[in-house]
């Protein structure tokens, strides 16, 4: 899989799980989810940056 696919499936999942999220009393499993997967999402954007910056491709 491409990163921007990678990167693209992140932001997909990151949407679904925070329209999921309750008003309140937010089980942890869910924010640890969250944070997993923006985590996640935030080393491969610098990791394109990166790449991206050594080839000069925009």
């Known amino acids: 899989m491409d ?3 990678r990167i ?4 997909r999942r990151i949407a679904d ?6 008003k309140h009393s937010v089980p942890p499993a ?8 923006e ?3 935030e080393r491969l954007l ?3 940056e990166g ?8």
Do not use: C, D, F, K
């Not at 869910?30 to 997967?37: D, G, R, T, V, W």
């Not at 790449?51 to 925009?58: D, H, I, L």
């Open 3 to 5: 990163v921007r696919e």
């Open 8 to 11: 693209a499936e992140l932001e």
């Open 17 to 22: 799980l925070r329209a999921r999220l309750p």
């Open 30 to 37: 869910m924010i640890q989810e969250l944070e997993s997967l």
């Open 39 to 41: 985590e996640e999402r």
């Open 46 to 48: 610098r990791e394109l």
């Open 51 to 58: 790449v991206e910056g050594e080839t000069g491709r925009p």
